[in-house]
């Protein structure tokens, strides 16, 4: 049978990144989908990465950059897959693009629309240890570098919309699906972190200074949201000591993660 010579990468962390990248040398067609506002995965998230300690934005942002330029590379971000039928070979696939509010082809990332944006919300970037804007930038160095509207802190009052001079803003997208005929498929779905309602043992939610792991490395980074000085995020009060309860939900066989 005929080989439909594309692929579809799922995920743009590190792994889908660089599978991409490197499809994208071998000269094939890669149609990367990524559920968040901006590719980087949780890597973009953490100060620096073992074993080295180097900085993890120093080793992403450039692989993060030639994403935006690989012309072989169809970034879709903001998507999730709906649908795939069909063999090794020669699938289909449903993408649903989200609602983002914003146009990618119109917006220039001058930020105008944020600083009138009355509207707040979790920024996700910072492990929610802070608020964001109702329309953002996920982060300085985010791929594609436009804006998002986040429609459940949206409160549709078009301030941005009347101030973007590029006529990028729609607030009644609706999104929409896109279909796809690809011969291969990568699953770069990276983790998700254990809910820790399932421990409840440790207070969690309950006492302000009991954070996870990755919210600790967002307090560590300098552009954090202390800046890097280690306070309770919450509460401002500085620490003097930590204790790490390693592999809290992982790797335990009574929460079913071995």
């Not at 991409?20 to 890597?43: C, D, F, Q, T, W």
């Not at 942002?61 to 879709?76: E, F, V």
């Not at 492990?127 to 109702?134: F, P, S």
């Not at 005929?181 to 998700?192: D, R, S, Y």
Request: glycine letters at 10%; charged letters at 20%; hydrophobic letters at 35%.
């Amino acid at each position: 049978m005929e080989v439909i010579p594309e692929a579809l990468v799922i995920g743009a962390g590190v792994a889908g990144i660089t599978t991409s990248l490197r499809l994208n040398e071998y000269g094939m067609k890669v149609h990367l989908v990524e559920k968040s506002a901006s590719i980087g995965g949780h890597m973009i998230q953490y100060p620096k990465v073992f074993p080295t300690l180097d900085c993890s934005q120093c080793i992403l942002t450039p692989k993060m950059a030639q994403i935006s330029q690989g012309k072989n590379i169809n970034l879709m971000s903001y998507s999730e897959v709906k649908k795939i039928t069909g063999v090794p070979g020669d699938f289909k696939a449903t993408i649903h693009v989200k609602p983002r509010g914003v146009d990618p082809e119109k917006c220039i990332g001058c930020g105008r629309c944020s600083e009138v944006c009355p509207g707040k919300g979790k920024d996700e970037y910072n492990e929610g240890l802070q608020d964001r804007k109702a329309i953002y930038l996920p982060f300085p160095q985010a791929v594609p570098s436009i804006y998002t509207i986040d429609f459940e802190a949206c409160i549709k009052c078009g301030a941005c919309e009347r101030i973007c001079s590029a006529e990028a803003i729609d607030i009644s997208d609706t999104g929409h699906d896109v279909e796809l005929n690809v011969g291969a498929i990568v699953l770069a779905t990276g983790f998700e972190l254990y809910d820790l309602s399932g421990l409840p043992q440790y207070g969690y939610g309950l006492y302000p200074n009991v954070v996870t792991s990755l919210e600790m490395e967002r307090i560590l980074d300098v552009n954090g949201p202390t800046g890097s000085m280690v306070v309770v995020p919450s509460t401002g009060k500085a620490v003097k000591n930590v204790t790490f309860v390693l592999c809290a939900g992982s790797r335990d066989t009574e929460v079913g993660r071995p």
